[in-house]
């Protein structure tokens, strides 16, 4: 009897703790709203499916609203990012982990008609979106849409001449392995672009626990073969980082 009454002891005390640890964090999230910081953005994403991180990005409509908010381009300087790049007319770009496509049609832009954009994503929805912008907005005739493998991200071999990864490369999981794909999919001065959170307290973007510091992003690509060809220092939360194999 008295053993049971132990366990009933126990049992509400871990009831206690954990009701604590939740009221806690729904506290914080709050504080974060009241003080006006807190942007959505990749934050909610992380935290409602961390369980099953793969399909965190299913809900289009939201994400149009997030990642296509006005706001955001004042930190996210998309043309500036793709003025930097110095692409070439003609020249073939993808842009993995598109999302809405907020890079997408900048990039088709800058590669002007005879140029091509493999816009990828790991989801369709997100795919059929840029789709349907494609049919639209100025330059989308130049765009086309790959469905991507969380570990492969279905490029052609050889034809590549930039691949750019914006707020995605931290998605990425056996990053070696997938740097040693995107090796082959590089044309001829092929080059990879990273831009990411930096690994600091921030109002925007994921975690802390889910960013990779700058300097952890340029280790895994020195592994893999790749040296650092440039690095731009513009943007106000994020690294800006281009490879070469
Ligand atoms: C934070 S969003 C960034 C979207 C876009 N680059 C932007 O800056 O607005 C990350 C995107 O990467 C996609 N993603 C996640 N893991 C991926 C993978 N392994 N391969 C390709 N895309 C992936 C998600 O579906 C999502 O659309």
Redesign the pocket.
């Known amino acids: 009897m008295r053993l049971i009454s132990l366990f009933a002891v126990a049992f509400l005390a871990a009831g206690v703790v954990i009701a604590q640890q939740d009221s806690d964090h729904h506290k914080q999230h709050q504080d974060k709203q009241h003080q006006g910081q807190y942007q959505p953005?990749?934050d909610d994403?992380h935290s409602q499916h961390s369980g099953d991180?793969?399909h965190?990005?299913?809900d289009t409509e939201r994400?149009v609203e997030m990642?296509?908010r006005p706001e955001?381009a004042a930190t996210?300087k998309?043309e500036e990012v793709v003025a930097a790049l110095g692409l070439q007319p003609g020249q073939t770009v993808a842009?993995?982990?598109?999302?809405?496509?907020?890079?997408t049609f900048h990039l088709a832009r800058a590669v002007g008609s005879s140029g091509r954009i493999l816009a990828?994503?790991?989801?369709a929805g997100?795919l059929e979106h840029i789709q349907q912008r494609a049919a639209d907005e100025e330059g989308g005739a130049v765009v086309e849409t790959i469905l991507?493998?969380?570990?492969?991200?279905n490029l052609p071999d050889g034809e590549v001449d930039l691949i750019?990864?914006?707020?995605?490369y931290h998605?990425?999981?056996d990053r070696n392995d997938?740097l040693d794909l995107l090796s082959s999919d590089l044309g001829a001065d092929g080059r990879v672009a990273i831009?990411d959170y930096r690994k600091e307290d921030l109002p925007v973007g994921?975690p802390l626990s889910h960013k990779l510091s700058r300097d952890e992003v340029v280790k895994e690509f020195a592994a893999a073969g790749f040296s650092l060809a440039g690095e731009e220092t513009f943007l106000d939360y994020q690294y800006f980082l281009i490879f070469k194999p």
Do not use: C, K
């Open positions: 953005d990749e994403a991180r793969l965190s990005f299913e994400w990642f296509e955001r996210q998309p842009d993995v982990g598109a999302g809405t496509g907020y890079f990828v994503d790991i989801e997100m991507a493998a969380p570990d492969d991200p750019l990864f914006v707020n995605t998605h990425l999981s997938y831009v994921p």
